[in-house]
C-alpha cells in the first residue's frame, strides 16, 4: 500500500492510532500517457473480438436450444426438420438444405428467420437481428462445425466398461439358429454361447440403457434399442458376423422399448416413454408412423403376421390396433383392467400375451373390439385367455417357438403356461429379485430368465430344472482409493 496515501500516526499517550490519512493521488503526464494507451489498447480488442469468428458451438447452438429444438428434435419432426445436431442442421428438412457454405444465399435457414414476421420459431418471441447476423455471418465465414468431440457424443464410451457387480439384465434374445444368446449390459450387447460357455461378441454403443433386444430373421442382424433417459431415444443396427455397428439412429427424446422387426425386415416398430408409437424404415431410421394415442408410457410395437398393421402397450391400459399404411388409430384390443408392462405376439399367430401390474397374464386376439358393447357392462371381446394371478407384478412375458406355450417373469420365479387350457406346466426359481427379461431357445426346449440380479439362468422348459446359470459380464475386483471406499467410475 502507498504510504504517501495511507500513514497510521501512533500517539505514545494512548498506544492507540489515529484514523488513516488520505491523501489524493497525484498523476504526472507519463501516468496519464499510459492510461491513455492502456483505453485504446482495450478499445482495440474489444473491436478485435467483435471480428471474431462466429462459433456454431458457443454462439449459435444455445439460440438453437433456446428457440428451435422444441419443434425440431428426433422425437417432434416439424418439416422432418431436426436443429439438435449440426448434421441434421446441415441436411435440412421437407423444404430443402438449411445452408450452402459454397453459396449464402442459398439455403431455407435465414429465409426463415430473417423479417418483422418470420417463419420461424412459431412460438415464442422471433431472433433478435444480432442473433439473425450471427447466422448469417457464419454461413458467410463457412458455416464450420466446432462443437467438440465430447459433445458430439457425450454418451459414447472410450473403452468397454469394467464391472464390479452384475448389471441389471433387461433384455435377451437368441439368435434364429440357436448358436447365440444376447444379453443387455451398461453400453453393450453381449453376445454369448448359448449355453454360456463362452462370450463371443461385445458390442459397445451410445445407448447406456438396453431395453430391448431381436434378431432379424435370418440371424444377420441384432436390433437394439434403448436410450438415456429423458436424454434420448436410440435404435442401433449391428452386423452379427462381423459385430460391426452399421447404423445408429436417435428416434426419440426419450427411451425406446419392446421394438420389433416387420416380418419382412424393413421397418421396425417400437414404444417410448415419450408416449408415442413409432414405426421407422431398417435401412435409414426415416419415420414413417407417429401415433400419439396413447396416454402414458408405451412399452412395445408388434407387427401383424402380415405386416398391415401393429399392436401397442401402454402403462394407460390399453392396447392400441394401428394402421401402418396411414396411422390410423383402428380400435383397443382390450378392455382397460390394468397398466400393461410388457407383451408378445405369438410367432404363429396373431395372438398377444400381456402382462401387467395386478399380475393377471391375459392373452388376446389381435382385432377390433366391435362387439364388446359399451359402458361397464362392455365385454372384452377378443379375451383368449387369463391366466391365474401372479406373486407380483409381470415384467416380461415369452412364447415358445411353435407358440404352444407362454411364460411370464415376476418377483423372484417365471412360470410357463399352455396357451390352449392355461393350465401351468413348470415354474422357473432361483432369481433374486425381479425377472425382466425371458427368452426361449428356437430349437432344444430351454428357456433363458435374466434380471435384477445379474444372472442369466437356463431352464428346460419342459420340466422346470435348471440347466445351467452364469454371470454375462467379467467382474473385476473393485478399486482402493484412499480411505477405503471402491472406485465404481467404471461400473
Known amino acids: ?29 507519463p501516468e496519464i500517457c499510459i492510461l491513455g494507451m492502456a483505453f485504446i489498447l482495450c478499445c482495440s480488442l474489444s473491436a478485435f473480438a467483435q471480428e471474431k469468428p462466429v462459433s456454431y458451438y458457443h454462439d449459435l447452438v444455445p439460440i438453437l436450444k433456446r428457440s428451435c429444438t422444441g419443434c425440431h428434435n428426433p422425437g417432434k419432426l416439424k418439416g422432418d426438420l431436426d436443429l439438435t445436431t449440426y448434421d441434421a442442421l ?4 421437407k423444404h430443402g438444405e438449411s445452408f ?27 431472433l433478435t437481428q444480432a442473433e439473425v447476423a450471427a447466422f448469417e455471418r457464419w454461413i458467410a465465414e463457412g458455416a464450420s462445425d466446432d462443437t467438440p468431440e465430447a459433445a458430439k457424443n457425450p454418451f459414447k464410451l472410450a473403452k468397454p466398461p469394467e464391472y ?6 433387461s433384455a435377451m434374445a437368441f439368435s434364429p439358429d440357436g448358436k447365440m444368446l444376447a444379453v443387455s449390459g451398461y453400453h453393450e450387447v453381449l453376445l454369448h454361447k448359448p449355453d454360456g460357455s463362452g462370450l463371443v461378441a461385445r458390442l459397445l454403443g451410445e445407448s447406456p440403457r438396453i431395453e430391448s433386444l431381436a434378431f432379424s430373421s435370418d440371424g444377420k442382424q441384432l436390433m437394439v434399442a ?68 396413447h396416454g402414458d408410457w408405451t412399452f412395445g410395437a408388434v407387427f401383424t403376421r402380415d405386416g398391415k398393421r401393429i399392436v401397442s402397450c401402454s402403462r394407460d391400459k390399453a392396447m392400441k390396433l394401428i394402421n401402418v399404411s396411414n396411422g390410423q388409430f383402428i380400435d383397443d384390443v382390450n378392455k382397460l383392467l390394468e397398466e400393461i408392462l410388457c407383451f408378445a405376439r405369438n410367432p404363429m399367430d396373431d395372438v398377444v ?35 391365474e394371478r401372479q406373486p407380483s407384478p409381470v415384467h416380461a412375458v415369452a412364447w415358445s417357438p411353435d407358440g404352444a406355450r407362454v411364460v411370464v417373469g415376476t418377483s423372484g420365479e417365471s412360470r410357463i403356461y399352455s396357451a390352449a387350457d392355461g393350465k401351468r406346466t413348470a415354474v422357473l426359481t432361483g432369481n433374486d429379485g425381479a425377472v425382466f427379461a425371458l427368452a426361449f431357445h428356437p430349437s432344444n426346449n430351454q428357456v433363458a430368465t435374466g434380471g435384477f440380479d445379474g444372472m442369466v439362468r437356463i431352464f428346460d422348459s419342459a420340466s422346470g430344472n435348471l440347466v445351467t446359470n452364469f454371470i454375462p459380464v467379467n467382474i473385476v475386483a473393485a478399486k482402493q482409493v484412499a480411505g477405503g471406499s471402491n472406485d465404481l467410475s467404471e461400473r
Open 90 to 93: 446441415k441436411k435440412g428438412g
Open 164 to 169: 464390479h457387480a452384475p448389471p441389471v439384465i
Open 1 to 29: 500500500m502507498n504510504r504517501e496515501r495511507i500513514t497510521n500516526r501512533v500517539t505514545p499517550a494512548s498506544g492507540g492510532c489515529e484514523k488513516p490519512h488520505f491523501r489524493a493521488p497525484r498523476f504526472c503526464l
Open 353 to 387: 400375451a400381456y402382462g401387467g401390474e395386478l399380475g393377471t397374464p391375459r392373452i388376446y386376439r389381435i382385432s377390433d373390439n366391435q362387439n364388446r358393447g359399451g359402458g361397464n357392462t362392455a365385454r372384452d371381446a377378443n379375451l383368449l385367455r387369463e391366466l
Open 100 to 126: 450452402s457454405a459454397s453459396d449464402p444465399k442459398k439455403g431455407t435457414l435465414l429465409e426463415s428467420i430473417f423479417g418483422d414476421e418470420p417463419d420461424m420459431p412459431k412460438e415464442g418471441d422471433p
Open 226 to 293: 434403448g436410450g438415456a433417459p429423458a436424454r434420448f431415444g436410440e435404435i442401433q443396427i449391428w452386423d452379427v458376423t462381423t459385430q460391426q455397428q452399421l447404423r445408429s439412429f436417435k428416434i426419440s427424446p426419450d427411451s425406446l422399448y419392446g421394438a420389433t422387426f416387420s416380418p419382412d425386415g424393413k421397418k421396425i416398430a417400437m414404444g417410448a416413454a415419450d408416449r408415442a408409437v413409432r414405426v421407422i424404415s431398417a435401412e435409414d431410421g426415416k419415420e414413417l408412423l407417429k401415433f400419439d394415442n
